[in-house]
């Protein structure tokens, strides 16, 4: 509504009412004989009542969210109004042992019959308001039209008390005064929305209604013939005072039904009221499907709707929790008005008696009375818990993933409805939950992949992406890793004086801690490589770099050797690693120089285990560095492919170049596996030495 | 795969952990598992018979390192026997015997305690 047509509203009354006063203090002093001046009057008061009418609709919320409040704000209305006339009528003149003529004059008696009308007026209209939004309230076919009828019938018999109508228009009047209430007795069955009541409101209707038909009643006691306010109010307007009066009638009419409907409806109420809540449950339950993305969420939502739709004192959750060790224990998820201490105890204790029953029988448990029966003894004596007590199982595929549990405060708190509503709404909780879980689940399988994709990227950037250039070498290397990130890792480094590292290592484990450990040896082997002049002594000060950084059950095997390409030399260091297949002429030697793995021993024992070997080249001569993927590949029998293999394969074709080598190695062991695919990571790094002059064979 | 099994047997003051198949990233959990056991119940005393355990790798090695230095330090020890040669080469690659007290038989290893508690 626009602010102007507000101040209309607010301002307009006030002043048409002045000029009504103002008008019958004149016409009670000068005796006026101007018939339009009285149609004016009474047209004043019509719009005024009209705007105030408008007013009060505006200023209404919406009574089908809050009939029990809007009849509880007539009713303050009506009680106000009476009050007022009750005062008015204590302080106003006597009617009894005055003179009836003198009544209408004095400006007194003006004042307070204005006032009265105001009042009345004001009330009728309230009353009217509220009236027809209780019986708009549920619409059915001529619900508006009665209304209507009535509104016209209304109007008919007031418009007839107009001054300037004849008696007999105001006789027909008073035929259509009989119809109009004809009509309030029909609209007054109307009364669907007690329907829709909550039981704590139709009590508070009860009293309402009970007080509103007294307080109508009361107004239409007024309307009797004698009183000073049907007086006054016969002097102020007389069509008004018709309109007072039947909606007085109509107050006292629909209210009186009201309470007596209500009242009937009042035993029925709380089973109403359950269908409604069962029918908000369902609702509910999509809010719990809804949840399943937040775990605490959805337990602390099942507790406190455990708590609404049975109407409980208090509720817990408890969940089976299954640890490392296959063990099953208990835990509370949420709890609402108990506290977790008293929950143990309730469960009496490390015996859990009242679980234990429902794990046994895997049907809920209820205990009408816990001051008397046998299995809550415990509870008693603690004075734990009075009233009576409901557990009802979680139970997914036949195996009980939880317990729910409320309390009533009283005996025999349960009854079949309860339980069939709770059973069910358990039964819901535990898909819920179950959802919950495998969703959970689901994000962290995602998880791990995604942790996988990086591991796997960040493994393929360790691996050198150029082999070392060298004319007397023949280099190649290749490392194929199975499904997931592996531990295996090589690397070249160009050292001073064309000298030329290899390394060769295996870290122990898997996915994103393996690749976190390569990445860390990568860093220690550029850093000491650099500084260190013999294998052994990187082998030895990589291993004290490493034993402080790795976990304990993690470690690395490693060979390493540095080629000397000015004088064919391999100086060579075993860190716990396969050994090296060395091929010259028509010899084969596995090169095993003792070592032991990094990260495993610190101090003297590793210094002491750790040898070097020296290795001269021939021209033409084979050096194979390999990981155990290769020779523990498995044929379909389980057999592994070994060491002997990889020897044969390798003198066999050692006359080839380094490609051709690690093309038949590996050839040979998918050949042996029988299947592209392989089961591990395998790394092959072949070098060929070919010899001083650098001539390719 | 093949089956991976535990049994657990105690003699003389001494716990013997029997493995059986292959030990491997899927398994090593279940024999850091059994250790954890043993070590909460204060059990240093501990033999590996390793008399049906057909394949040992990298994670399966490291559940040894993972407890060798708690049983040490409580006056135990770890010690291994009845390795077939396949499986004694990969602990003999990564250098085991040298930190680890390896017996053909595991009534060997059962002396050693014996002895040890003797002294």
């Known amino acids: 509504m626009s602010r102007f047509k507000k101040i209309i509203l607010v301002v307009l009354p006030p002043i048409l009412f002045l000029l009504v006063f103002a008008y019958d203090i004149i016409r009670a002093t000068v005796n006026l004989e101007i018939g339009w001046l009285d149609f004016a009057r009474e047209a004043f008061i019509i719009v005024a009542f009209v705007l105030i009418y408008l007013f009060l609709e505006s200023s209404r919320g919406n009574v089908k969210q809050a009939a029990t409040r809007d009849v509880g704000r007539l009713l303050i209305v009506c009680a106000v109004v009476l009050s007022i006339v009750a005062l008015i009528g204590f302080v106003g003149p006597g009617t009894s042992n005055q003179d009836e003529e003198q009544t209408s004059y004095s400006a007194m008696n003006i004042f307070l019959s204005m006032i009265l009308g ?61 119809f109009t209430v004809a009509a309030i007795v029909a609209n007054s069955f109307r009364q669907s929305w007690i329907v829709y009541l909550s039981r704590k409101q139709k009590i508070y209707v009860i009293v309402y209604s009970a007080l509103l038909f007294t307080g109508f009643v009361l107004l239409n006691v007024l309307f009797f013939e004698k009183t000073f306010t049907n007086k006054a109010l016969l002097a102020f307007s007389q069509p008004l005072h018709r309109f007072t009066q039947l909606n007085a009638i109509f107050g006292a009419v629909y209210f009186g039904m009201a309470f007596v409907s209500t009242l009937f409806h009042l035993p029925t109420a709380e089973v109403f009221e359950r269908k409604q809540f069962e029918i908000t449950s369902l609702h509910n339950l999509s809010r719990l499907v809804t949840q399943v993305f937040d775990f605490n969420d959805l337990v602390n939502t099942v507790t406190q709707m455990t708590l609404e739709v049975c109407g409980a004192k208090s509720t817990w959750l408890e969940l089976v929790k299954v640890d490392k060790e296959n063990l099953t224990s208990f835990e509370i998820v949420s709890a609402k008005n108990v506290t977790r201490d008293r929950i143990e105890q309730i469960n009496g204790g490390d015996q859990s008696l009242l679980r234990n029953l429902v794990i046994e029988s895997k049907k809920y448990l209820l205990i009408e009375d816990v001051s008397a029966d ?46 069939d509503v709770l059973t069910t709404f358990a039964d819901n909780v535990t898909i819920a939950i179950e959802n919950s879980k495998l969703i959970a689940r689901s994000i962290e ?64 484990g898997k996915g994103v801690s393996a690749a976190f450990y390569m990445a860390e040896m990568k860093g220690i082997f550029l850093s000491l490589s650099a500084i260190c002049a013999s294998p052994k002594d990187l082998l030895i000060r990589a291993n004290e770099a490493l034993m402080g950084s790795l976990e304990k059950k993690a470690f690395i095997s490693l060979i390493y050797a540095i080629i000397d390409t000015r004088v064919g030399t391999v100086h060579i260091a075993r860190a716990g690693h396969c050994p090296l297949v060395y091929l010259s002429g028509n010899e084969v030697e596995l090169v095993r120089p003792t070592g032991l793995g990094l990260g495993l021993t610190n101090g003297e024992v590793f210094v002491q285990a750790t040898e070097e070997r020296l290795i001269k080249l021939r021209e033409g001569d084979v050096c194979i560095f390999y990981t155990d993927g290769i020779t523990e590949s498995r044929n379909a029998n389980g057999d592994e492919f070994g060491s002997e293999r990889l020897v044969t394969v390798a003198q066999r074709s050692k006359d080839r170049t380094a490609e051709e080598i690690k093309n038949e190695v590996l050839q040979e062991v998918r050949k042996y596996v029988g299947s592209p695919v392989i089961g591990d990571d395998m790394t092959l790094v072949v070098i060929k030495w070919l010899g001083k002059k650098g001539v390719r064979v | 795969m093949a089956d991976f099994k535990i049994h657990h047997r105690e003699g003389e003051g001494v716990y013997i952990i029997d493995l059986k198949g292959y030990l491997d990233a899927h398994t090593a959990p279940d024999l850091e598992t059994a250790f954890q056991k043993l070590l909460t119940e204060k059990k240093y005393r501990i033999i590996v018979n390793c008399r049906d355990l057909t394949y040992i790798s990298s994670a399966g090695l490291g559940v040894f390192m993972a407890y060798i230095e708690d049983v040490r330090k409580n006056k135990g020890d770890i010690k291994l026997s009845n390795m077939s040669a396949k499986v004694f080469n990969v602990f003999d690659l990564l250098g085991f015997p040298l930190l680890y007290e390896i017996y053909t038989e595991e009534k060997e290893a059962m002396t050693k305690f014996k002895t040890v508690k003797a002294s």
């Open chain 1, 118 to 178: 105001l009042c009345l007026g004001w009330v009728s209209l309230r009353s009217l308001l509220t009236i027809k939004d209780l019986v708009l309230f549920k619409r059915k076919k001529g619900t508006k039209r009665n209304l209507t009828v009535y509104l016209i019938l209304l109007f008919c018999s007031v418009v007839p008390m107009l001054p300037f109508f004849s008696l007999e228009t105001s006789l027909l009047g008073t035929l259509f005064f009989g």
């Open chain 1, 445 to 508: 399988r995602e998880r791990l992949q995604q942790e996988m994709m990086v591991a796997q990227a960040m493994q393929r950037r360790l691996l050198p992406e150029a082999l070392p250039t060298s004319d007397k070498l023949d280099i190649v290397a290749v490392s194929e890793s199975s499904a997931e990130v592996g531990g295996d890792y090589y690397d070249f480094i160009q050292l001073p004086d064309d000298k030329v590292g290899v390394v060769v290592g295996d870290v122990s």
């Open chain 1, 374 to 419: 046998r299995r809550t003894k415990h509870v008693v004596a603690e004075k734990l818990l009075k009233g009576s007590l409901l557990s009802i199982p979680l139970i997914s595929h036949g195996s009980l993933i939880g317990i729910l549990h409320a309390t009533k405060e009283f005996e025999y708190g349960f009854d079949q409805d309860d339980i």
